[in-house]
């Protein structure tokens, strides 16, 4: 089975587990910030449906992409901010859809096997360091830029194969054909690219304009 190669200095170590959730004295803050009042936007976003509603809108049209997959979290590279929601499986006992601000990642955990064991770290907004399994997620929101989104030259129609690559059409979601592999070796080289995966993930990809006719 083919695996998705992670930098090595995306990994950490796993006693980075126990690091305490102290927020950073040097962290620096808005000069409006009063610790005394501030009410954060996840406890706002807990709350106030009103203000989910439209602080979601706001960070969609920012940019911000729900994950198809929590999974998909793994292919980020650290210094990448994200947000997300629990799925009330945690040890924690926090309910279903609870929403956090997250952060920036900060390194990942991919030696368990089974993929029971995962888990990412992260910089919280206020400096402090935060682990989190992946089986605890129920959705990750990360910030796309239009560069970002995979493009992919149209088959060519004179070079038809056996082994298709397909991915579902951001608009219509209708699954079509972006690569003809040569052999079921090269199809699997092609979907085990990390272009592949973020296509996927996002569930954004486009066309080279070149092959737009």
Do not use: C
């Not at 807990?46 to 439209?54: A, Q, V």
């Not at 009330?88 to 993929?115: A, Q, V, Y």
């Not at 030259?153 to 082994?163: E, S």
Request: aromatic content about 14%.
């Amino acid at each position: 089975m083919n695996k998705l190669l992670i930098p090595k200095a995306d990994y950490i170590r796993n006693d980075l587990q126990m690091y305490p959730h102290i927020p950073d004295k040097h962290t620096k803050h808005d000069t409006r910030y009063n610790p005394d009042t501030y009410i954060s936007i996840q406890t706002k976003v807990n709350n106030d449906s009103k203000f989910e509603k439209n602080y979601i809108s706001k960070i969609v049209a920012d940019g911000w992409v729900a994950l198809k997959n929590v999974n998909d979290i793994l292919l980020f590279p650290k210094g990448r901010s994200f947000k997300y929601r629990l799925n009330g499986n945690s040890l924690s006992g926090i309910s279903e859809g609870t929403f956090r601000s997250g952060g920036w990642l900060l390194g990942k955990n991919m030696e368990d096997k089974d993929n029971k064991e995962k888990y990412i770290m992260y910089k919280g907004y206020n400096g402090a360091i935060f682990s989190l399994q992946i089986n605890d997620i129920l959705e990750v929101y990360i910030k796309s830029s239009k560069k970002e989104i995979p493009v992919f030259k149209k088959p060519d129609l004179n070079f038809i194969t056996n082994y298709p690559v397909y991915l579902p059409d951001p608009e219509t979601n209708k699954q079509v054909v972006v690569y003809y592999a040569k052999d079921e070796y090269n199809r699997r080289r092609f979907m085990n690219s990390l272009k592949y995966k973020k296509a996927q993930a996002f569930s954004m990809w486009t066309w080279s304009v070149v092959f737009n006719d």
